[in-house]
């Protein structure tokens, strides 16, 4: 059964920091291309940054750029966001996507809010 399960989300004020984690299983992490996206209500989800299988290669959105960083741990199945100098338009239901060839799996979302 597979399954990504995102977690590290909550509230925390502009300027600060969160972790975000998303737990993979039921499949072969190590070959999949992973992603973070976010959404907001009635907006559609939008892609905030993707590492290739080996980590060889990453990129974010612009609006995250200098304050985002993923990255993943094959061995943990695992892969990251971390966030850093958050502000209040970070606000968002945070979910990560599992991508191999026509194969695509994606989280149940982790709320994120950025709020004093």
């Known amino acids: 059964q597979v399954q990504l399960v995102e977690s590290g989300g909550g509230l925390v004020q502009p300027g600060g920091s969160l972790r975000l984690s998303c737990a993979a299983s039921?499949?072969?992490?190590?070959?999949?291309?992973m992603s973070w996206y976010r959404q907001t209500p009635g907006k559609e989800r939008d892609l905030v940054a993707f590492i290739t299988p080996g980590g060889t290669k990453i990129n974010y959105a612009d609006s995250v750029k200098g304050r985002f960083t993923i990255s993943r741990d094959n061995g943990k199945n695992t892969v990251y966001l971390q966030m850093n100098s958050l502000k209040p338009e970070d606000t968002a239901v945070y979910y990560c996507k599992a991508v191999f060839a026509t194969r695509m799996y994606w989280g149940q979302g982790t709320q994120v809010t950025v709020s004093s």
């Open positions: 039921g499949f072969t992490f190590s070959s999949y291309v």
